[in-house]
């Protein structure tokens, strides 16, 4: 399963110049124990015959890719979806949650802790605890809980105590920081499951192989059903987890543009944003060497986005190594051109998008003139309901 595909690990733990172990030396063991019985499980048949098992008929595994006919007509590109939004529990987040709690339980950790932005790591966690009978505790930033209330709601009735962060910006990197800290208290009792591709090694590589399974999916299914490879691959980046998810499909396959799209918030003129790759400089947090978003003495910089998923100051150590070699591309759109294209998706194709994801979409409609008869593949990582209140605000519809 662990594949050395692109980039991957000259030195342990590394990517190129980026990753690492940045980490307390309370967690440096935990963090070994976790790579050891990662490595494991992905050689015993019998955790990945479970995991194989759980990601059909729980989480509903494959996931189609569907062909946007309207879109596409509109565009005059071939547009295909891959329908992560229709994984159980609404995003891509829950195949990565399960892989991680089924790991905790095969080292007989039943504490588990996240972080959690927009939510969705947090309901994916408690969802995949809750089927397996384990305690749950998930760390968010109180700006975070007051403007995706509907996901603190869905993680308390799976059973999961949620914990507000005040300190920071109150948002996912200070839920980050917090849940290190019970971490690094507790580490004989708990798990910590990691939401996306970034954190100290082994976290970047177990998440990536947790998401491959939407690359390994969707470059069958576009060989399928396209009958070629795409020529793009677009995904939005936040921590980069459901971008490297799908990239690593398509490494190997010099033709396939990857195409990553952070967040441009109000404009990167601004500062408010939380464009990493495109306007960060290289730095340490959250245990690993990656772009950053600091000022020029080392502290974090706030960050803006119109998506909790996306406003992040760090991004997976990969997706730097891959900005560096060129082999992937990484762009920005604006919350306005985010919110225009989640729009433009509800209307031509019937499928209200996540903010995420719909600032992938809005680089496709900005750049549609110069990807004329291309075939683009976008992840479309979550769905919609979370952002209804942030939407319907935007726009002026309450
Ligand atoms: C969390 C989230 C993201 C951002 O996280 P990545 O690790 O960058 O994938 C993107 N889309 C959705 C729907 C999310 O829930």
């Not at 194989?52 to 996931?63: A, C, E, N």
């Not at 772009?291 to 960050?303: A, K, S």
């Not at 990484?330 to 194709?349: I, P, S």
């Amino acid at each position: 399963m662990v594949t050395e595909a692109g980039t991957t690990t000259e030195r342990r733990g590394y990517f190129g110049a980026y990753g690492g172990q940045y980490a307390s030396e309370l967690l440096i063991d935990v963090l070994n124990a976790i790579e050891t019985a990662f490595l494991e499980a992905c050689r015993d048949p019998g955790f990945q015959s479970r995991l194989r098992d759980l990601l059909q008929h729980y989480v509903g595994r494959p996931t189609p890719i569907y062909r946007a006919g309207r879109l596409s007509e509109r565009l005059g590109i071939a547009l295909y979806l891959k329908r992560e939004d229709l994984a159980h529990t609404g995003a891509h987040k829950i195949n990565n949650a399960l892989g991680q709690v089924l790991l905790a339980e095969r080292m007989g950790r039943r504490r588990i802790i996240a972080e959690t932005g927009a939510g969705m790591h947090g309901v994916a966690t408690a969802t995949a605890a809750a089927m397996l009978g384990l305690e749950c505790i998930v760390y968010m930033g109180s700006e975070d809980i007051r403007r995706q209330n509907a996901n603190v709601q869905r993680m308390r009735l799976l059973g999961a105590e949620v914990r507000a962060v005040d300190t920071g910006s109150k948002t996912l990197k200070d839920a980050i920081n917090e849940a290190m800290r019970d971490w690094a208290a507790n580490v004989d009792t708990t798990f910590y499951v990691f939401g996306t591709v970034a954190g100290p090694h082994p976290f970047p590589l177990m998440v990536r192989e947790f998401q491959s399974v939407i690359g390994r999916e969707a470059r069958l299914q576009m060989l399928e059903m396209a009958g070629s490879l795409p020529s793009h691959v677009v995904a939005c980046v936040g921590g980069g987890s459901n971008a490297m998810g799908i990239f690593v499909g398509f490494l190997e396959d010099a033709s396939v543009r990857l195409i990553g799209v952070e967040a441009g918030g109000h404009g990167l003129a601004t500062g408010e944003h939380a464009a990493t790759l495109v306007a960060g400089t290289v730095g340490v947090l959250h245990g690993a060497r990656t772009y950053v978003l600091q000022t020029l003495d080392g502290q974090i910089r706030e960050t803006h986005s119109i998506s909790a998923g996306l406003d992040y100051p760090g991004v997976g150590p990969e997706h730097s190594a891959l900005k560096d070699s060129g082999r992937a591309h990484y762009v920005t759109v604006t919350d306005q051109e985010a919110l225009e294209a989640f729009q433009t998706l509800a209307r031509f194709e019937g499928i209200l998008p996540a903010l995420e994801p719909s600032h992938a979409l809005a680089w496709i409609l900005r750049e549609a003139s110069s990807l004329k008869e291309s075939c683009v593949l976008m992840n479309l990582s979550g769905r919609g309901d979370k952002d209804m209140p942030t939407v319907l605000r935007a726009l002026g519809m309450e």
